[in-house]
């Protein structure tokens, strides 16, 4: 077991006794999942072992990608990229969503977060990433981007969303059902166009969305006669709070191509029906770019203070760097 509480030893350049180094993302979970809980500062995701295992299990072209800082035998330092296919620009794309930056604070200001940053931007291929506005993460990234000659580009602010279905109606317009993942892969076929990367989960991956050590749930939302209206990913989301961990419904990531309004908020309802007694009656949208403001308000979702800046990274002739002006993808 490493032991990541006790101090470096002072004197001397610490910076340059640390290795980085490209890692099978297969071999290091616990190593990183325990370099996360201990890097992130509450209210945050909760790293479980099983949540990063998961995560860097993700199905997709050329698998995760990760890197490990170490220093002797401890763990320092991870960053991860993880596999995603979207659609753009008419076509399917796989790109890797940069993911599980974490530094020991014993071990920041070294530049270990840019060598890490540094080794997962050396392998071709577009990522891109979701870091708070103005964070020092956005200025490593950027600079990474610089160093290798690629594109750094802010494409979206996305906004977090609350959602508490104090409006319930007795006869909704839409209803919501879980759904298999052969239907949900046809309803998030029906989202393309509008310079939006469009997450679109091969089955393998909708798969692998529905083993989430977490909870989750592939949701469909239909009109009264029936018709498709779109999709949502919901999570049971484990968030770190100064009480604990605990559990919040989290509406991921939705596919919605037609009333969306309503849609929206059944999917709300759902989520919350769905996980209301683990804890608070609210549930999360972190991703709600793709719906227009207006349907947003009128579902009952309500602005948080939290945001993230959707960063795009990668070679200037992929459409994906020249086009993607939002996307779908969970914020993660
Ligand atoms: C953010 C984090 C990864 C930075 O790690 P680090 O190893 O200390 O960063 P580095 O030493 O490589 O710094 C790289 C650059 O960022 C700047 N930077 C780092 N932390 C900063 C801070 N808190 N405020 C302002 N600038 C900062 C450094 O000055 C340096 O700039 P330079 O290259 O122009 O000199 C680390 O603080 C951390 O783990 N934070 C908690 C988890 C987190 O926020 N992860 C990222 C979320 S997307």
Redesign the pocket.
């Known amino acids: 077991m490493l032991n990541l509480n006790a101090r470096p030893e002072t004197g001397g350049r610490l910076g340059d006794t640390i290795e980085c180094r490209a890692v099978d993302p297969l071999d290091v979970g616990p190593a990183a999942a325990e370099i996360l809980r201990l890097?992130?500062a509450p209210p945050c995701l909760h790293y479980s072992d099983d949540y990063v295992n998961w995560q860097l299990a993700f199905p997709g072209s050329g698998g995760a990608r990760a890197a490990l800082a170490t220093h002797g035998l401890r763990t320092v330092?991870f960053m991860a990229a993880i596999p995603r296919r979207i659609w753009i620009d008419g076509r399917v794309a796989s790109i890797h969503v940069r993911s599980c930056?974490?530094?020991h604070p014993d071990?920041?200001?070294?530049?270990?977060?840019?060598?890490l940053v540094r080794l997962i931007l050396a392998t071709d291929g577009t990522t891109v990433g979701f870091?708070?506005p103005g964070?020092?993460?956005e200025?490593?990234l950027a600079?990474a981007a610089r160093a290798r000659g690629l594109t750094f580009r802010r494409a979206a602010e996305l906004r977090t969303y609350a959602f508490t279905g104090t409006r319930r109606e007795p006869d909704p317009p839409a209803a919501v059902r879980e759904a298999a993942v052969g239907e949900f892969e046809v309803a998030a076929a029906r989202c393309a166009g509008g310079g939006t990367a469009w997450s679109r989960p091969a089955a393998d991956q909708l798969r692998h969305y529905s083993a989430d050590p977490r909870g989750s749930c592939l949701a469909i939302a239909h009109g009264r006669d029936g018709t498709t209206l779109g999709g949502g990913l919901i999570v049971r989301s484990h968030i770190v709070t100064a009480r604990g961990v605990e559990i919040v419904p989290s509406l991921d990531s939705v596919f919605l191509h037609r009333g969306h309004d309503t849609a929206l908020a059944a999917l709300g309802m759902f989520a919350l029906d769905r996980w209301q007694s683990d804890g608070p009656a609210v549930v999360t949208a972190p991703n709600l770019h793709t719906v227009p403001p207006d349907a947003i308000r009128r579902a009952g979702f309500r602005a948080t203070r939290s945001a993230f800046n959707l960063l795009v990274i990668g070679d200037e002739s992929d459409p994906i760097v020249r086009c993607a002006r939002t996307t779908n993808l969970e914020v993660f």
Do not use: F, K, N
């Open positions: 890097a992130w330092g930056l974490a530094v071990y920041r200001g070294m530049g270990v977060a840019g060598r870091t708070e964070s020092p993460t200025h490593i600079a």
